[in-house]
């Protein structure tokens, strides 16, 4: 036990949970699919979002295959940069091809409050849950579980605020490549067999749904905390997020970064694009999903795309995504 901060045992993970820091409320802002413009960007702002919060994609779609390309060959069309400044979202692609929809889901994650109350509980470097003035902001974990994911799961129908889950993934093997479809809330998992055969996967995961924009339960005991509007914006029947730091992916698929803590959790999804076979002058092309090895992350190979002339493609690329990272300890 620590010396200062909350404990609470929440009936959705069962797991006690000490809150002392890095308490953070999330909200999901919704999901954008959005055609290439001029000079190669797409420009996205978020109407709603909360000043002071951090903005966070979770990539849906940020690779694809265009047949007949620039000067008619082949060619990936990657997310090569991405650029958050406040609610303002750019993507820049790396080649230009109007028709082409890159797709993302937006999150944000509430900052801690430098509000000095002379009542109430305050918490070193933790969202103020009295200041929270829409229930939308009120995000937790709604559902917790270790799954074993056959090819494919997904988020449970029942869940409160299911059109919002953002499900975060703690996983741990070198071969299976993790990606999301947020329309259905499915993650899929594939592996290269092998002379480049990609294949649907079985992986063992600890998945963590966090939700928001619903009308959070009382705990049959235990902590709820009222805004001055009246609205509950924090209920110890669910685990708040407890973020443990940042990620960023590197751009070589194969190339492993280390996460911030020993069993990370993140949010998973299509991040790029990449060879996986090469025979007979053509070669195979998969957009590029996330594995997780120990506490290190990647672009792996997943979704099975199209085969092509060789020389045409040669280049696999990962766009650089910035994750928040959870330590599943907290959960687990």
Known sequence: MNEYGLSILPDVTGKEVEITSGSRAMSYLGYHKKEVGSNNYITVTVPNKTPGSTLYIVPVTMGAMVLGGTGNVTSAIIVDNIAINDNVITLHINEYFKYIYPSFAVFEVLGASDTTESYGIVLSDATNYLEIS??????????????????????????????????????????????????????????????????????????????????????????????????????????????????SLNTNPG??????????????????????????????????????????ITGGAGRYMNSVTDSNMNRSLVSPVSFPVLDATNYF
């Not at 911030?260 to 007979?280: L, N, Y």
């Open 255 to 296: 190339t492993w970064v280390s996460c911030p803590v020993a069993k990370p959790m993140i949010p998973v999804g299509g991040v790029g694009a990449m060879k996986v076979w090469s025979s007979g002058g053509r070669a195979g092309w998969s957009e590029c999903g996330i594995k997780m090895s120990g506490n290190a």
């Open 134 to 247: 829409d229930v939308s902001k009120a995000g937790c974990c709604v559902w917790c579980g270790n799954v074993t994911i056959n090819g494919s799961w997904s988020i449970p129908t029942t869940i409160p605020g299911w059109q919002n889950a953002v499900a975060f993934v703690n996983w741990s093997s070198s071969d299976a490549a993790l990606m999301f479809d947020d329309s259905t809330k499915t993650i899929s998992c594939y592996q290269v067999v092998g002379d480049g055969n990609i294949q649907p996967a079985t992986v063992n995961a600890n998945i963590a749904v966090f939700s928001s924009d619903f009308n959070l339960e009382l705990p049959e005991y235990g902590l709820a905390i009222w805004n001055a509007n009246g609205v509950c914006t924090f209920s110890s029947k669910y685990a708040p997020m407890l973020l443990a730091g940042t990620v």
